[in-house]
Every structure is written in C-alpha cells, then in structure tokens.
C-alpha cells in the first residue's frame, strides 16, 4: 500500500494568516491526490481532486499544488471556519490512503 | 442538490454483524461509484472499499477481506455495507461517499453512521 504523509500534524495560526499544510506520498502518484476538510462531529467535504483542482463550490482561498510525490495544500487567509482537520488521500492506485490528518487551531 | 442519507446509530455485540445503508439523491445513481470510509474514535479515515452500482462490482480493503459486503438496490437507489464478526476495533464512525469513477476520491459525502460494539 502507498503511504501517505502528513505535515505538521498540527498547527497553530491566526485569522488572516496564509497556512501550507505538506502530503508526501511513498511512491509516485502521478496528480491522484485529493484534500478534504473534516471539522469535529462532522462528515469529511471534500476540497480538492486531481492535486490541484477546487471541487464545485470551494473557495478560491483553498489552493493545491504538486505531483509526483510532494503535495501541498495552502489556505490563502485563515478565516475562523477553517480551523479544521485536513486530510489528503491518494487514488492513484488500492487501496485509496489516507494521510494521518494535519489539525489546524486558533492561535 | 447531491444528498447522501445514511441510517441511524447501531449498537452491536462482539461476533454480531452490522449493515449500513446509504440512500442517495439528485443524481443519476448508476453513473457514479460508492466508496466505503470509515473512522474509529480520535483517529484518522480508513477506506473500506467501494461499489460500482450500475453492475454491483466491489473491490474491498484486504484487512476486511471476508467480513465485508457491499451492495445495491437500484430500485431505492440505495448502497448497503455489511460487516460480520464484529469486535471492539470496529467501533467507528462509517461513511459512504460518492466516487465519479472507480479510479477517482469523493466528491459528495454521507453525514455518517456510528457504530458501537460493546458486550
């Protein structure tokens, strides 16, 4: 199975702040690379497919970039309903892997 | 607008089986894959496997492998995931979630179902 990496598993940061969060995958993947955003209690939306592309009705402050093994997903200007767990999962090839979620909180 | 309906909180035995239906909604329900996810307790997502519902293929996590079914009723276009020979390590939130392919993630998500196995 592919293995997905996350990084920071967590941080801290502000409203207004530009924020990158860091997948790395243990073999390449091509661009089969998708975000999703889970917040407490709640069912996973999803944000990103194909590495790069925003799912209908995400807002361009979501931003994806990458190929091959590194992945990154930047959030343009933390706004307060965006502290969230971002999760990254890979399609390339099966199983689908998860990331083990990177956590973003209130500074 | 796309809604996936889930089935309502289960609580099981150690051995029991489970099964979760997920009725989908404002879409061409045979144009689309099923997948399977699911999410113990404070831990990350798990894929499950999926379902093709235009012809009922189905390709399952090797971890789950002989306990896991999945199925369709077109006629209700709803997908079902049953799981046998419950333990602890099953207790988790499951969720179903639209695919555009068999080769593609989520796009459209249920609002999930948890499960408990408990004696």
């Known amino acids: 199975d592919i293995q997905m990496t996350q990084s920071p598993s967590s941080l801290s940061a502000s409203v207004g702040d530009r924020v990158t969060i860091t997948c790395r995958a243990s073999q390449g993947i091509s661009n089969y690379l998708a975000w999703f955003q889970q917040k407490p209690g709640k069912a996973p939306k999803s944000l990103i497919y194909?590495?790069?592309s925003l799912q209908s009705g995400v807002p361009s402050k979501f931003s994806g970039s990458g190929s091959g093994t590194d992945f990154t997903l930047t959030i343009s200007s933390l706004q307060p309903e965006d502290f969230a767990t971002y999760y990254c999962?890979?399609?390339?090839?099966?199983?689908?892997?998860f990331g083990g979620g990177t956590e973003v909180e209130i500074k | 607008q796309v809604q996936l309906v889930q089935s309502g909180a289960e609580v099981k035995k150690p051995g029991a089986s489970v099964k979760v239906s997920c009725k989908a909604s404002?879409?061409?329900?045979?144009?689309?894959?099923m997948h399977w996810v699911r999410q113990a307790p404070g831990q990350g997502l798990e894929w499950m496997g999926i379902i093709n519902p235009s012809g009922g293929s189905t390709s399952y996590a090797q971890k789950l492998q002989g306990r896991v079914t999945m199925t369709r009723d077109t006629s209700t276009s709803t997908v079902y995931m049953e799981l046998s020979s419950l333990r602890s390590e099953d207790t988790a939130v499951y969720y179903c979630?639209?695919?555009?392919?068999?080769?593609?993630?989520?796009?459209?998500w249920g609002q999930g179902t948890l499960v408990t196995v408990s004696s």
């Open positions: 404002g879409y061409t329900f045979t144009s689309y894959y």
């Open positions: 999962q890979q399609y390339n090839s099966y199983p689908p892997t």
């Open positions: 194909a590495a790069s």
């Open positions: 979630a639209r695919g555009r392919s068999g080769g593609s993630a989520p796009d459209y």
